[in-house]
């Protein structure tokens, strides 16, 4: 693992890098675009070869700028392919994407015990969002799926509540004994975790239903829910709050438990009885 400073979602200031494989090397995460950590990178990069390891190729489980900010440079100084999911290749247009990672794809390292990786298609946080798992030992590379500081953000746009939900039940059911997230240390019981962070938005989806006005008529922009909803959240992060909450109103709207009319939500019939 290699942490390098990214401009990233406080509280967490770095970005972990993962090299997989004891002698062909996958590197996970070209994340930094500051040029002396860059720097650092390439050079934790090339190290490699002192340990008989050589990298192969690079992967970035999704197209945010705290994982992809030095892409371009690694790619071009290491000289190595970049591997992505197609809807991660779409918004990395200033570079190529040599391989294009889709589900249950199976990564070979060779070397003196090979390898094999499994690239699990994870959206929710990110549409071309990817997972790295090993069965053999029940390691997930989990990129911005789950983390060990602060939270991770599901906003309108990149993300989807209801298919990070999902995903993450998937992680669950994988029954791992050791997740490699992006930002902070190793998570080394993900199974909790990853139910954990389930539960925690059964919570809020909860909050937030209770927090819409039962009536049309009475109906609330979103600015005035994001109180209603995170009371315990200080007003400094309601800007990412709000993001969040708009969330989980586009999965109780899809639901057909919240609806929206003229940017005023309420619950609907269904949602005051569930
Ligand atoms: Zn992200």
Redesign the pocket.
């Known amino acids: 693992m290699f942490a390098a400073r990214t401009p990233t979602l406080p509280p967490a200031t770095h970005t972990n890098s993962y090299a997989l494989g004891g002698r062909d090397v996958l590197l996970v995460e070209p994340a930094t675009p500051y040029e002396g950590e860059q720097r650092a990178w390439i050079g934790w990069a090339r190290g490699l070869a002192s340990q008989g390891r050589k990298p192969v190729a690079i992967v970035a489980t999704?197209h945010?700028a705290?994982?992809i900010g030095g892409v371009d440079v690694i790619a071009r100084e290491l000289g190595l392919p970049v591997w992505a999911h197609v809807e991660t290749a779409k918004k990395l247009r200033h570079i190529e994407v040599a391989r294009h990672l889709e589900d249950g794809d199976s990564l070979a390292l060779d070397g003196p015990i090979p390898e094999e990786w499994t690239v699990l298609h994870t959206p929710g946080?990110?549409w071309g969002h990817v997972c790295l798992w090993q069965e053999e030992s029940r390691t997930v590379v989990v990129?911005?799926m789950a983390t060990s500081v602060g939270t991770i953000?599901v906003a309108p746009g990149d993300g989807d509540m209801r298919v990070y939900l999902e995903q993450l039940a998937r992680l669950a059911a994988l029954d791992a004994r050791l997740a490699l997230p992006?930002h902070g240390e190793p998570i080394d019981a993900p199974t909790a975790l990853f139910e954990k962070y389930i539960a925690h938005r059964g919570v809020r989806e909860q909050m937030t239903l209770r927090a819409l006005p039962t009536s049309p008529e009475g109906a609330l922009p979103i600015d005035d829910l994001v109180p209603l909803a995170y009371p315990d959240v200080p007003v400094t992060t309601w800007p990412i709050a709000k993001l969040s909450l708009a969330s989980h109103l586009a999965k109780l709207a899809e639901e057909g438990r919240a609806m929206e009319r003229e940017g005023r939500w309420s619950r609907t019939e269904e949602g005051r009885t569930s």
Do not use: F
Request: hydrophobic letters at 30%; aromatic letters at 0%.
């Open positions: 999704h945010h705290d994982h946080h990110a990129g911005d953000l992006a």
